[in-house]
């Protein structure tokens, strides 16, 4: 048994939950660990997460955010328990049914799951926004960086650092000048895969939200391209339209400039993807995020059409391999 294991149990054994059955759970691409737990007489169940410390892990964000959503009527896990010190916190169980798995098995209900989804993050992005650190254009043009620094370097083999600074310079001045307006709180990994679909449940809470942690304040379309703009499945072209509409109507936003700003901060994060994907699995050892780079690639090359990119769309498409077999190959690791 691991050191982490005897914590845990003696984080267990001050609940509850001391003698439930523990199975885990798919993780996510972090350091945190999941496990199910089962209470033997009742068949009650809860979330053990195991965010250690000593690999930079911290549940207090995920705490603080978890409360937040919350407090707006949201289906964030309820904390049943934590040791911010140890990284142990026992979450509320919202259930298996995650977006990406009811739509394959309903997909009749893609369209309903879409709409509260979007209503979702309309219901936070009305709500007072808490203390955050902003995600602002200087820091997201350096994560855009990450498509040259780990995605062209892992095919190519040789970093060119002069054309990564040159192309963040470049690329901040588009987002000052495109993602300008009020911030409201951006999850960040607002997808299939990290929302589940509550059904009994009414309105937004309907939207079971996980991982958040890393929230910041943002701009209001980020969320919503990473919902739209998935890299683990195919959103139709008509949802992601409709969605769009939908939350402009609901907003009141200024449709010409939340469209540029859409279609720019989908160029932003599918640049970070492709970076964190080929980082994922040449350093990491997680190949099956190369998986998914075509999709991803397909979102860039879509986003780069738009006239507000045309000062770093050649750059981009000059520098940046093809996600061909071959090329996919060389960020397999050895």
């Known amino acids: ?3 982490r294991s005897h914590l845990a149990d003696a984080f267990l054994a001050q609940t509850a939950w001391g003698q439930a059955r523990r199975a885990p759970l798919a993780g996510d691409a972090s350091n945190r660990r999941y496990d199910r737990l089962t209470l033997p007489d009742t068949g009650e169940t809860a979330v053990l997460m195991d965010a250690p410390p000593e690999k930079g892990e911290d549940v207090r964000p995920f705490v603080r955010i978890a409360n937040h959503l919350r407090d707006q009527g949201l289906s964030a896990p309820e904390i049943l328990a934590e040791n911010a010190e140890q990284g142990f916190l026992l979450l509320e169980d919202l259930g298996d049914d995650l977006f990406a798995r009811v739509i394959p098995e309903h997909p009749a209900l893609e369209m309903t799951l879409y709409e509260a989804a979007t209503d979702a993050l309309v219901q936070v992005h009305q709500a007072p926004l808490p203390q955050l650190d902003r995600y ?5 043009a350096e994560m855009a960086g990450l498509a040259l620094s780990k995605y062209r370097t892992g095919i190519r083999g040789e970093p060119d650092e002069d054309l990564q600074r040159r192309f963040e310079n470049h690329f901040e001045d588009i987002l000052r000048l495109t993602t300008k307006g009020d911030t409201v709180l951006v999850q960040r990994d607002y997808h299939a895969e990290n929302l589940l679909w ?12 996980l991982d958040f942690q890393d929230a910041r304040a943002g701009h209001r379309a980020y969320d919503l391209v990473s919902l739209l703009q998935d890299a683990r499945r195919d ?4 949802v992601e339209m409709q969605m769009i509409d939908r939350y402009i109507r609901a907003t009141g936003v200024d449709d010409h400039a939340f469209r540029t700003a859409y279609t720019v901060l989908g160029v932003q994060r599918n640049l970070r993807i492709l970076g964190v994907f080929a980082r994922l699995s040449l350093e990491y050892g997680k190949p099956f995020y190369v998986e998914l780079i075509p999709r991803v690639w397909a979102h860039l090359v879509r986003g780069l059409e738009h006239p507000s990119l045309a000062p770093v769309a050649e750059t981009i498409r000059d520098a940046l391999p093809a996600p061909t077999p071959e090329n996919l190959d060389r960020l397999r690791p050895a």
């Open 235 to 238: 959103v139709p072209a008509g």
């Open 136 to 140: 602002g254009p200087r820091l997201m």
């Open 198 to 209: 509550l059904p009994d449940r009414t309105g937004v809470a309907r939207v079971g939200l």
């Open 1 to 3: 048994m691991t050191d």
